[in-house]
């Protein structure tokens, strides 16, 4: 096992390699980019009645910029200097050597299967609202397979159909939202930052629940990197689609709560899935069947972006060693790895028996984990590789970077002190199973 940085040779030759992949333009790179960190104002309701209305729209406004912004940068600025496959995993393992970068790829890949098996079952549930025979048990489950085994038949006829259904489904999401905000808007009653906070509820769980979940709301801007070879003029559209990216997720967040609150939703009553009852309050139930229908169509985004974005990493762990050569291998037709799409979707399908909040507790461990490797990495190669090209840098020389790097880690920490009593025991368990399985895949690897 190396202990030094990986030479960056090994990886910036596959930037070269053009025609191996489809390639997504850069309205559906940004339509995938969207349905993974956002796809929609939906799941965080809890805030509201948690943190009061108007921190939670202050969190909504300031959390960005001192969160999705630097991370942003961060991946701005490694994709442009190394535009390869894999992304965040080759880069934590040109700045720290094998055992970190199997690190990052190990506990981002196997994350994403607690991520996707949350996303089946919370399918599932939505499912089972209309059809009540489905409401737990094995039929249950089977719903939950059906959506995965859905999205991996999408994801393995390529990015191409990935780019073009997410923007498809993204229309079918954001128009009933725009619906809503605008007839919400004109029905306003009350001050929607009033009050800014719940009496008399503890100061840890206005600024602890409610800020850790604006921060999970706000997270993954460095995930398709994984995809960056699939991604068309990569070193251009990758900044791009982020600077989009970021305002986007603000406007499609904001204004739909503020909106909801300020029709005369009682705040006190938010909780997940409490738009769809305010659709019902402001326009009847066209409206709230509307923003049902969104609402099922945005979980179903995020889904198909994590497979696509997750299966990205066996693939070229295995180029790099680490996993058998099949995973290497290429549909001829679509130019995907089926190998590791079939199989990440039948690991998450087994997960998808477990509550939702449990799943989505232990994923945010190796999460935050692969991101704080991901920032750190940029520091490491701004030392060891200072003249390595960047088509885009971080202003603000050292000083910018270490603001790049700090402020975001200190964030995912009050991220993990204020998680879920079940991460709090699970996560640094699951974390230990990256040690353990890198001493038997690197022992094996030729080196």
Same mark, same amino acid.
């Given at each position: 096992?190396?202990?030094?940085?990986a030479?960056l040779p090994?990886a910036?030759?596959l930037? &070269?390699e053009?025609?191996?992949f489809?390639k997504?333009?850069?309205?559906?790179?940004?339509?995938?980019?969207y349905?993974?960190?956002?796809a929609?104002p939906?799941?965080f309701?809890?805030?509201?009645s948690?943190?009061?209305p108007?921190?939670?729209l202050?969190?909504? #406004?300031?959390?960005?910029?001192?969160?999705?912004?630097?991370v942003s940068?961060?991946t701005?600025?490694m994709?442009t200097?190394?535009?390869?496959?894999?992304?965040f995993y080759r880069w934590?393992?040109?700045?720290f050597g094998d055992f970190?970068?199997f690190?990052?790829?190990?506990w981002?890949w196997?994350?994403?299967?607690l991520m996707?098996g949350?996303?089946a079952?919370?399918?599932?549930d939505?499912?089972?609202?209309l059809?009540p025979s489905? /409401?737990?048990g094995v &039929?249950h489950? !089977?719903?939950?397979l @059906?959506?995965l085994?859905?999205?991996?038949?999408?994801?393995?006829?390529?990015?191409?159909?990935?780019?073009?259904?997410?923007?498809?489904m993204l229309?079918?999401?954001l128009?009933?939202?725009?619906?809503?905000?605008? +007839?919400?808007?004109a029905?306003s009653?009350?001050n929607?930052f009033v009050?800014?906070?719940p009496p008399?509820?503890?100061?840890r769980?206005?600024y602890?629940?409610?800020?850790?979940?604006?921060?999970w709301?706000?997270s993954?801007?460095?995930?398709l990197?994984? *995809?960056?070879?699939?991604?068309?003029?990569p070193?251009? *559209?990758?900044p791009r689609g982020l600077?989009i990216?970021?305002? #986007?997720?603000?406007v499609? @967040?904001f204004?739909?709560?503020a909106?909801g609150i300020?029709?005369?939703?009682d705040?006190q009553?938010w909780?997940?899935g409490?738009l769809v009852?305010?659709?019902?309050?402001?326009?009847?139930?066209p =409206?709230a069947w509307g +923003?049902?229908?969104a609402?099922?169509?945005?979980?179903?985004?995020?889904?198909?972006?994590?497979l696509l974005s997750s299966?990205r990493?066996?693939?070229t762990m295995?180029?790099?060693g680490?996993?058998h050569?099949?995973?290497t291998?290429?549909?001829e /037709?679509? &130019?995907?790895?089926?190998?590791?799409?079939?199989l990440?979707s =039948?690991?998450?399908s087994?997960l998808?028996?477990?509550?939702?909040p449990k799943?989505i507790?232990?994923? +945010?461990w190796? &999460?935050?984990a692969?991101s704080?490797?991901t920032l #750190?990495s940029?520091?490491?190669l701004?030392?060891t590789?200072? /003249?390595?090209?960047?088509?885009?840098r971080i202003p603000?020389g050292n000083?910018?970077?270490?603001?790049?790097? =700090?402020v975001p880690?200190l =964030?995912?920490a009050?991220?993990l002190?204020?998680?879920d009593?079940?991460?709090?025991?699970?996560?640094?368990?699951?974390l230990?199973s990256?040690?353990i399985t890198a001493? #038997?895949? !690197?022992?094996?690897?030729v080196?």
């Amino acid at each position: 096992m190396t202990t030094g940085s990986a030479p960056l040779p090994n990886a910036l030759p596959l930037a &070269r390699e053009t025609s191996r992949f489809k390639k997504l333009k850069l309205g559906g790179f940004v339509a995938v980019l969207y349905a993974y960190c956002a796809a929609g104002p939906f799941g965080f309701e809890e805030m509201i009645s948690t943190s009061g209305p108007g921190m939670s729209l202050l969190f909504l #406004l300031v959390v960005p910029w001192l969160f999705s912004f630097p991370v942003s940068l961060a991946t701005a600025e490694m994709a442009t200097a190394m535009p390869v496959q894999g992304g965040f995993y080759r880069w934590t393992r040109a700045a720290f050597g094998d055992f970190w970068g199997f690190q990052c790829g190990w506990w981002n890949w196997t994350g994403t299967f607690l991520m996707n098996g949350a996303y089946a079952v919370v399918l599932a549930d939505y499912t089972a609202q209309l059809f009540p025979s489905l /409401n737990g048990g094995v &039929r249950h489950w !089977l719903a939950a397979l @059906f959506f995965l085994l859905l999205v991996a038949w999408v994801n393995i006829r390529g990015i191409d159909v990935v780019g073009e259904s997410s923007v498809v489904m993204l229309l079918t999401v954001l128009v009933p939202v725009a619906i809503f905000t605008a +007839m919400a808007f004109a029905k306003s009653q009350v001050n929607p930052f009033v009050p800014l906070v719940p009496p008399a509820k503890p100061w840890r769980e206005v600024y602890g629940v409610g800020l850790a979940l604006a921060l999970w709301l706000y997270s993954g801007y460095e995930q398709l990197s994984t *995809n960056i070879e699939e991604v068309e003029k990569p070193e251009k *559209n990758f900044p791009r689609g982020l600077a989009i990216m970021v305002p #986007l997720a603000m406007v499609t @967040f904001f204004l739909p709560i503020a909106a909801g609150i300020a029709a005369g939703a009682d705040w006190q009553q938010w909780t997940t899935g409490y738009l769809v009852t305010a659709a019902r309050g402001v326009g009847g139930e066209p =409206l709230a069947w509307g +923003m049902f229908g969104a609402a099922m169509i945005s979980v179903l985004l995020g889904l198909q972006s994590t497979l696509l974005s997750s299966t990205r990493l066996p693939f070229t762990m295995a180029e790099d060693g680490y996993f058998h050569s099949s995973f290497t291998k290429l549909n001829e /037709n679509y &130019r995907t790895p089926v190998q590791a799409i079939v199989l990440t979707s =039948l690991i998450c399908s087994a997960l998808a028996v477990f509550s939702v909040p449990k799943l989505i507790a232990v994923y +945010m461990w190796l &999460r935050v984990a692969t991101s704080v490797l991901t920032l #750190l990495s940029v520091w490491r190669l701004r030392r060891t590789h200072p /003249n390595l090209p960047r088509g885009f840098r971080i202003p603000g020389g050292n000083a910018g970077v270490a603001a790049v790097v =700090l402020v975001p880690s200190l =964030l995912f920490a009050w991220l993990l002190i204020n998680s879920d009593p079940v991460g709090l025991l699970w996560g640094p368990v699951f974390l230990l199973s990256g040690p353990i399985t890198a001493a #038997l895949m !690197l022992r094996r690897r030729v080196l």
